[in-house]
């Protein structure tokens, strides 16, 4: 799967995301971008799964609301229907080896004007059941464990001259400690790095949501990432 960071800093929701794709034997396959844009409701959402998980969320997702507070009501409903509508596709183009489960984090800012952030799941391995909407608070990383959050707040969090945090050198931060501690165990008992090919901040304000390249990693089409 992919990394994914959310970060809720002022008025401002920020989701990164990595860039590649990845075979089951860890090769880079190309690179994509993981993170879609909804202006009308002032959000963006970002897909750990597979790129057709990401089109299919959107286009779940686009027309079920005008605001952000409604789609944040609809989506667990969207996406459930989503899934089971699209099971068949979504298994005929999930490669072997490679698990059809998928996540969608959800950034934007609510009716309210307050930045805010959830996460939607097809599977059940955090603990709650599947669909259910799961807040992600000020900062959040998946993948991620308690460790890797203490690693990052371990350090002075990234500030810029004025005190506002820096996202884009802390996102790079968080992105590398993704990649070097969440290598994905394959079937066969292979463990394979599947984080990789660039890092996407995507940021969401009241009146714009914007987006760049902060990070591109050496990664090379056809080959395993190598560190």
Known sequence: MSAICAVRDGKHAHLLADGGAFDADGRLQFRACKVSQLPHLNAAIAARGMKIHLALAEFALAPIATTFDELKAKAAGALKRMAIENAVTIAQVTPPGISSDFEIAVAGISD????????????????????????????????????????????????????????????????????????????????????GGFVQLTTVQLDSITTKIIHRWPDKIGEPISS
């Open 112 to 195: 309210a004007g307050q930045p805010d952030s959830f996460l939607l799941c097809s599977h059940g391995r955090y603990g709650i059941e599947p669909w259910t909407l799961i807040d992600l608070g000020e900062f959040a990383m998946l993948p991620g464990t308690q460790a890797n959050v203490a690693e990052i707040h371990s350090q002075s969090i990234e500030r810029k001259s004025g005190g506002a945090i820096d996202i884009e050198a802390l996102g790079r931060r968080v992105m590398e400690l993704q990649r070097r501690d969440h290598p994905q165990l394959r079937p066969d008992g292979r463990m394979i790095r599947d984080i």
